[in-house]
């Protein structure tokens, strides 16, 4: 079973998916604990989502290829999805060195040169592959160098941190 994070307009839903019964293109899923039924349109074909059925109600929308937003009745929604069971492997560096787990596009940083930091604490999202990936401090210490900066194209085993 998947594990999404799904924000819509920053609403935050964790959403549990089982496979889809490709026979029937249905779905049970569980949206914060609530079981949700789900019939979809032909999943990956040459058309992007226009209709979906939840608990028997029919709803019309498209959605964007790369997550980024979906448009129903309602208006534009700005979409945010992180798989929660993904783990990204920090490359080791034998010290307080934090590295590039793999190349991508930063969005956000969580902490500032100076700061204290907890073993596991979030330091960084880093964007791959249309997937948020959080990168973790390796130890607890202090930030004595950040080279991260939101918008910065990373390679693997970039240098973007270190930790004291």
């Known amino acids: ?7 819509i307009d920053g609403h935050v839903f964790t959403v549990e998916i089982p496979p889809l019964n490709r026979a029937t293109n249905e779905v049970s899923m569980i ?6 039924h789900v019939l979809m349109p032909e999943v990956g074909g040459p058309e992007p989502l226009d209709w979906i059925i939840v608990n028997g109600r029919p709803y019309e ?3 964007d290829r790369d997550l980024h937003w979906m448009r129903a ?8 999805v992180r798989d929660l069971d993904a783990t ?4 080791a560096s034998g010290d307080g060195r934090v590295k590039a787990p793999i190349p991508g596009l930063i969005t956000r940083v969580l ?6 930091v ?8 880093l964007e791959a592959m249309k997937m948020e990936n959080e990168v973790r401090a ?6 004595t160098h950040l080279s991260a900066a939101a918008g910065q194209s990373v390679t693997l085993g970039a240098l973007l941190a270190e930790i004291e």
């Open 111 to 116: 902490v500032a040169a100076g700061d204290h």
């Open 118 to 125: 907890e073993a596991g604490q979030p330091l960084l999202v």
């Open 138 to 143: 390796p130890r607890t210490g202090t930030i």
């Open 73 to 80: 009745r309602s208006g534009l929604h700005q979409v945010e």
């Open 31 to 36: 949206v914060d604990g609530q079981e949700v």
């Open 1 to 7: 079973m998947n594990r999404l994070s799904v924000t």
């Open 61 to 63: 929308l498209v959605i």
């Open 88 to 91: 990204v492997a920090r490359p």
